[in-house]
């Protein structure tokens, strides 16, 4: 707990995952508030799901192959931290439309470049610890996220609630958030996720 | 949904290809996991207008879910090493299907919640009994493909979820919407008896 690897790991889950489950489980409401009936939306909704299954599958590549190419550990799942931390800020171009295909095109990279950053927030506690801690390393990153997740949902919930009268721009602040808290997120694991005088000391791996 | 019925009973024969029957199994109840979760989230802009839920209502209700599901995830590996993947993997889908399928018997807020409590504390068992079930059936190098199939089964089934929960509920209401998804994990599940 008191290393800055072990915080870097808690954040690459915790500034991420409420964003992807504010798309799982608000997107449907989300497009009704944006004036967009379901009926009609049912052709765009699926597709920021597949861009995650997509993604996951081509960070998993990727990384594998920096690697092969040469690349240190660490540089391989930072470069795809800094692709999903990045990628991610693309939902706040959404306050400007209400047209769903833009919508859904933007949600999708969104969830592809989630799919990136979680896929590398899911490895680096087998990167980093030993597997003694590597359970108990996971299972803190995983009570982050469901703790981040239950806060951010209270705040989607209260947020657009207040900004009702703002119509189609009611969920405006929620999604200008949620692309910007995991841009934040990449920059913090960047900054504690780093060979330290602990990694010296053998505490934790050299990525 | 291929579901393996003899082979994954006839674990006494060899079969080279058995594991990813199982790494198919893992993936489909995923899959399931995933439209029963998704369909209150589907649903939920008709259900507010319904019961006359507020954005804050409907937060709480899927704070419900994540509540358990939350405490389920960590609870539910302990367990798992207890009861062993198969009667566990079987008893997690059970749980969750027939909560999906009661919840189409909900009234209010208070159902609501409840039915997605239980449900988050029944869908959350998947991933340690998952996890636990590749590490037992693949050898080492396959296990990150195998994770990452059954893992992505969380994405087709919530792709799929709309088709099938949307198209219910415009025809018969929402209520059918949530029996008749739910009750796709007893197909899933009679593979493997």
């Known amino acids: ?207 | 949904m291929a579901t393996p019925g003899p082979h994954a009973s006839s674990k006494v024969r060899p079969i080279p290809s058995l594991r990813w029957w199982i790494g198919g199994l893992l993936f489909a109840s995923t899959v399931i996991n995933y439209i029963d979760r998704q369909t209150l989230s589907l649903l939920a802009p008709y259900l507010k207008l319904e019961y006359r839920w507020t954005n804050t209502d409907y937060a709480n209700i899927a704070i419900a879910f994540r509540v358990a599901y939350s405490i389920g995830q960590t609870a539910f590996g302990k367990l798992m090493d207890r009861i062993g993947t198969r009667r566990g993997l079987t008893l997690t889908v059970i749980w969750y299907s027939t909560i999906s399928m009661l919840t189409s018997l909900a009234n209010g807020f208070y159902s609501f919640s409840t039915f997605r409590f239980l449900l988050g504390a029944g869908e959350s068992a998947n991933w340690p009994a998952a996890t636990k079930a590749v590490s037992e059936w693949f050898p080492k190098r396959e296990r990150a493909l195998a994770t990452a199939l059954f893992d992505s089964g969380s994405s087709i089934g919530g792709a799929v979820a709309p088709f099938i929960v949307l198209w219910i509920y415009f025809r018969w209401g929402w209520r059918p919407a949530f029996m008749i998804p739910g009750t796709l994990g007893f197909f899933c599940d009679g593979g493997t008896c």
């Open chain 1, 1 to 207: 707990m008191k290393l800055p690897q072990t915080w870097g790991t808690i954040i690459a889950k915790t500034f991420t995952d409420p964003v992807f489950f504010f798309i799982t489980e608000w997107f449907p409401i989300y497009l009704v508030a944006k004036g967009i009936e379901l009926k009609s939306g049912l052709i765009a909704i699926w597709i920021p799901f597949l861009a995650a299954d997509l993604g996951s599958f081509a960070a998993g590549v990727v990384s594998g192959l920096l690697i092969k190419r040469g690349w240190p550990l660490g540089a391989a799942r930072k470069a795809l931290i800094i692709f999903g931390g990045i990628g991610m800020t693309m939902l706040i171009p959404t306050i400007f439309t209400t047209n769903l295909y833009l919508i859904a095109l933007l949600f999708a990279l969104a969830t592809f470049c989630y799919a990136s950053f979680t896929t590398m927030a899911n490895v680096l506690p087998s990167d980093l610890y030993n597997s003694e801690s590597v359970a108990s390393v996971s299972g803190l990153s995983g009570t982050g996220a469901g703790i981040g997740t239950i806060v951010a949902f209270k705040l989607i919930g209260y947020f657009s609630d207040v900004r009702q009268a703002s119509g189609t721009h009611s969920f405006d602040p929620i999604v200008i958030l949620a692309g910007l808290v995991p841009f934040v997120g990449m920059i913090l694991v960047l900054l504690l996720v780093r060979n330290t005088a602990a990694t010296d000391q053998g505490l934790v791996r050299r990525i």
